[in-house]
């Protein structure tokens, strides 16, 4: 068995995938954000201490009871993905499963790692923790859509022999002929009608950072004014 390529394989095609292409981004992105997960659990394991010393050294006053819910169901749903790596191994000597099983659980696997950074933060960061990751999350996907999704759907990029996935360059494109090969097989969806569809999308993702940072001043002028400070 070669755990770290399984861990891998789930870490990849759970944060980004493309489609069933399997289109993947580089390989050190997918590490910068697998690196968060190392403090996030170290910050969940700190939630076993006893309270007071929780409360004196690290200003927390998060309860381990309140997540015991989301975490157990993280935790069994992770030894059904042992178990997956290891009968795909014992049948096809393989040793991978796939990552975007994890969606289900993406609701508690959010508060978990929020949590866990939220513990190791002093009082004066807690708020921006989760500004910072929308912030991150949204490029990687503005990132993944233009320059690998519609470049490879439309026709600009392609595999190279070796397999890797060959680097997307805008310069020289034709705007009227990039967006005509993403509208050719979509009989419903012209070039206008594209650009509207974007432009939500742009919108939408813009506002979640715009939302997740005004509610983070607004958490950070409540704890100046020493309301929640603590928490």
Request: aromatic content about 14%; charged content about 10%.
């Amino acid at each position: 068995m070669h755990w770290k390529n399984a861990l891998d394989t789930l870490l990849f095609s759970h944060l980004w995938l493309g489609n069933w292409s399997f289109l993947q981004v580089r390989g050190w992105i997918y590490h910068a954000f697998g690196y968060v997960l190392l403090p996030a659990s170290a910050g969940l394991a700190i939630l076993c201490l006893p309270q007071r010393l929780m409360e004196r050294h690290f200003r927390c006053s998060i309860s381990p009871r309140q997540l015991i819910i989301p975490a157990a169901f993280y935790a069994f749903f992770w030894l059904g993905l042992f178990y997956h790596i290891l009968i795909t191994y014992i049948v096809q000597g393989v040793s991978a499963s796939q990552g975007y099983y994890l969606y289900c659980l993406v609701v508690a696997e959010v508060a978990l790692v929020v949590t866990g950074l939220l513990v190791l933060c002093p009082a004066v960061a807690r708020p921006w923790v989760i500004p910072a990751a929308t912030i991150g999350f949204s490029l990687l996907d503005v990132y993944s859509v233009h320059f690998i999704l519609a470049p490879y759907y439309s026709g600009l990029i392609a595999h190279r022999p070796g397999g890797a996935l060959a680097a997307f360059h805008p310069r020289g494109i034709n705007a009227v002929e990039y967006l005509g090969r993403l509208v050719i097989h979509n009989p419903l969806l012209n070039i206008p009608g594209f650009l509207i569809v974007w432009f939500c999308y742009l919108v939408a993702t813009a506002g979640l950072v715009v939302v997740s940072l005004r509610l983070a001043r607004l958490q950070a002028s409540a704890g100046r004014d020493g309301v929640g400070g603590s928490d």
